[in-house]
C-alpha cells in the first residue's frame, strides 16, 4: 500500500540549530511531494514542493527539501530555526494513479529560545 | 494564496445527533474538495472527495449514509456527521484544490467532540 513515513515524531531544538525532518515514500512511479505546516491554532499551509526538475526545492522561510528517487526520500532542512517555527509539519506525496495526497504522520517540532 | 474556510472550528453534539460542517473557498472556485479526518498523532486519513454536483466518492471503510458530503456549488462543500456516537469524536478537516491546479489548500479543521 502506498505510505509516507515520517521518522520523526517530535523534535526538540534551540534556536539557531540546524534541522532535518525525515520523510520516505512507498511508490515506485511518478510522484508529486509536499511539505505542508500547521502552525499552532492555524490551518495547514503549503511549505514546498516537488513535481519535477531540480531535486532541490526551496520554499517559504528558509526551508529547503531534497527528492532523493533512489531512497524514495524527500527530507526536510532548514540550517538554523527559529522560536517561530515551532509548529506540526507533514510530508505528503500524491500520484496520477490514485488522485490523492496521502500524508506522513507527522513531526511535531519545539523550539525554544 | 488561496484561502479555505471552515466552520465551524470546534463543536460538542450530543450522541444521536447530527453535526453539519461547512467548508468554503473564499476566493478561488474549487471544482474538487476533500475531506480528511485525524486522529491524535496519527496522519490525515482522507474520508472522501467531493467534486461539485456529482456524487462523492468515498474511501474505503467510510460509511457513506454516515458522513453526508454535498458540493452543492464551486465554493461550498459540506460534511455532515449523521447519528454521531463518541467514536466520531475527531479533527476533520476540508481542502480545496483550485481548477487544473493540484495545489490543495486547507481549511483550518473543525474539532468534533460527541458526548
Known amino acids: 500500500a502506498q505510505s509516507v513515513s515520517q521518522h520523526n515524531h517530535h523534535v526538540i531544538l534551540s534556536e539557531a540549530a540546524s534541522l532535518e525532518l525525515g520523510c520516505n515514500y512507498s511508490y515506485g512511479g511518478t510522484v508529486n511531494l509536499f511539505w505542508y505546516v500547521q502552525y499552532p491554532g492555524q490551518h495547514l499551509q503549503l511549505l514546498l514542493k516537488y513535481f519535477s526538475g531540480d531535486p532541490l526545492v526551496k520554499g517559504i522561510k528558509g526551508f529547503e527539501a531534497e527528492f532523493i528517487k533512489s531512497k524514495f526520500s524527500f527530507n526536510l532542512r532548514k540550517p538554523s530555526v527559529q522560536w517561530s517555527d515551532t509548529a506540526e509539519y507533514f510530508c505528503?506525496?500524491?500520484?496520477?494513479?490514485?488522485?490523492?495526497?496521502?500524508f506522513g504522520t507527522g513531526t511535531r517540532l519545539q523550539v525554544f529560545p | 494564496g488561496a484561502v479555505v474556510s471552515q466552520h465551524p472550528s470546534w463543536v460538542i453534539c450530543k450522541s444521536g445527533t447530527s453535526v453539519k460542517i461547512e467548508c468554503r473557498s473564499l476566493d478561488f472556485q474549487a471544482t474538487t474538495m476533500f475531506w480528511y479526518r485525524q486522529f491524535p498523532k496519527q496522519s490525515l486519513m482522507l474520508m472522501a472527495t467531493?467534486?461539485?454536483?456529482?456524487?462523492?466518492?468515498?474511501e474505503q471503510g467510510v460509511e457513506k449514509d454516515k458522513f453526508l458530503i454535498n458540493h452543492a456549488s464551486l465554493t461550498l462543500s459540506t460534511l455532515t456527521v449523521t447519528s454521531a456516537h463518541p467514536e466520531d469524536s475527531s479533527f476533520y478537516i476540508c481542502?480545496?484544490?483550485?481548477?487544473?491546479?493540484?495545489?490543495?489548500?486547507f481549511g483550518q479543521g473543525t474539532r468534533l467532540t460527541v458526548v
Open positions: 505528503a506525496f500524491w500520484t496520477y494513479n490514485t488522485d490523492k495526497l496521502i
Open positions: 467531493s467534486n461539485e454536483g456529482s456524487k462523492a466518492t468515498y
Open positions: 481542502s480545496a484544490e483550485q481548477t487544473g491546479n493540484t495545489e490543495a489548500f
